[in-house]
């Protein structure tokens, strides 16, 4: 087994990143950045998104670990002082055998330069900054409403819990093979009517957008701006790609959640 690490640069998660290579090497597992069979994240959220985009082009073969630093995560099974079991699983519980596997967001955006595809692991959004967005909105290729507001977000089951909680979405398992899309402060009123509560969209269904003013929307994945021009419509669907987690030590999903959101366990 081969393993890459991926990690920010907070002090505390430079002190840990220097004891996982030192278990590693001690269990006789190799580091390789280039073509890892498992991706170690340490830090927090923010930091396996990262390991994410960075390996994705890899997700048929490589599986995903976290270990968090800082504050709680969804997507960190581990804390930095836990890597001695985490290593000692590794060395004991074959990755191939202890697997689980999530959903991803394919977005195609189309310009009038052409398309170009993004893989999301938690949300994509789109939206105007200085004034509102006015949009159409299709589902499953049949047009459902005309939206009017700052944006609107599609999320991940995995990305239900980050910024399209935020914005008043539900918290879906992330086994679920389901979008939702989420509204970003829309306005209702004689003109403009949207159903104003987040739609969950089946598997075999897709969203389109069509924002009205192409040249001034702002399109967003996984928090980072993409730069793109005359925007005329994004899709969004489930990716025939997956993302697969390291199962051996993973937490309860509902655990999680009330860590992260109630805290009274």
């Known amino acids: 087994m081969k393993v ?42 923010g930091t396996l998104i990262s390991a994410f985009h960075k390996y994705k082009k890899q997700l048929g073969r490589v599986c995903f670990a976290g270990i968090h630093t ?8 581990w804390r930095n002082y836990d890597m001695e079991k985490l290593v000692e ?9 202890n697997e689980v596997a999530y959903p991803l967001l394919d977005m195609r955006v189309t310009t009038s330069c052409g398309v170009q595809n993004f893989l999301a692991l938690n949300e994509a959004s789109i939206k105007r ?16 409403e005309k939206f009017r507001g700052d944006g609107l977000c599609v999320s991940t089951p995995t990305g239900s819990t980050a910024y399209s909680k935020s ?5 879906i398992h992330p086994r679920l093979k389901a979008l939702q ?21 089946a598997p075999d269904e897709w969203i389109t957008i069509v924002p009205k003013n192409s040249d001034r929307a702002i399109v967003i994945v996984d928090g980072e701006r993409i ?29 999680r959640v009330n860590d992260a959101f109630i805290g009274d366990r």
């Open 4 to 45: 890459a690490i991926v990690h920010n640069d907070r002090v505390t998660t430079q002190v840990a990143v220097r004891h996982l290579k030192v278990l590693l090497a001690e269990k006789g597992i190799l580091q390789d950045q280039q073509h890892p069979d498992l991706v170690i994240s340490v830090g927090g959220d």
């Open 129 to 144: 900054i200085s004034k509102t967005m006015e949009a159409e909105v299709w589902i499953g290729g049949e047009r459902f």
């Open 181 to 201: 899309l989420t509204e970003i402060a829309s306005i209702n009123n004689l003109v403009f009517r949207t159903v104003g509560s987040p739609i969950v969209i």
């Open 70 to 77: 800082g504050h709680l995560g969804f997507y960190t099974d």
């Open 89 to 97: 699983a590794l060395a004991t519980h074959p990755v191939a055998e």
């Open 167 to 171: 914005l008043g979405g539900a918290v």
């Open 227 to 255: 730069s793109l021009t005359d925007v005329q419509k994004v899709d969004y669907r489930i990716a025939a790609e997956e993302i697969r987690f390291y199962q051996y030590g993973h937490h309860h999903f509902w655990e």
